[in-house]
């Protein structure tokens, strides 16, 4: 079996995101479209790149205009790099300020489980490999 880069992993995220998948909170601040697939999807897809690459789980508050408008997740990897996989959905000026490192939930997500294990499987499908 070939390894996996984090191109290939990256691709296959990206291409599992969908209206589906989309943070319900995010949606009640603006649609999700094919021009901005990553809106709404920053939670899940940190925890799918903490499935692959361990590390940490890194969080933020998003503001606009001075007004808190949520929270953004990323990954710091066990190297100390970090990986936004999303950070292109802010397009009206958000900014990102702060950010901890939160443990991961244990067991089934006590929110957004279903989205999470959407996306988690169609990353697998994409990758033509069987889930952990």
Same mark, same amino acid.
Do not use: C, M
């Given at each position: 079996m070939t390894p996996l880069t984090l191109t290939d992993i990256t691709q296959a995220v990206r291409s599992g995101?969908?209206?589906d998948t989309c943070s319900?909170?995010? @949606? /009640?601040?603006?649609p999700w479209t094919a021009d901005n697939p990553a809106w709404g999807h920053c939670d899940i897809t940190a925890l799918v790149v903490h499935d692959f690459f361990g590390g940490e789980l890194l969080v933020g508050e998003?503001?606009?205009d001075g007004e808190q408008h949520g929270h953004h997740w990323w990954n710091r990897l066990p190297s100390g790099i970090e990986i936004d996989l999303?950070?292109?959905?802010?397009? @009206? /000026?958000?900014?990102v300020s702060g950010s901890r490192a939160v443990q991961r939930p244990e067991g089934r997500l006590p929110r957004r489980?279903?989205?999470?294990?959407?996306l988690r499987?169609?990353?697998w499908r994409a990758l033509g490999r069987t889930p952990a």
């Open positions: 995101w969908a209206a319900t909170d995010d @949606l /009640g601040r603006a998003v503001h606009l999303t950070q292109e959905q802010f397009r @009206l /000026g958000q900014v489980g279903e989205e999470y294990e959407l499987g169609r990353v």
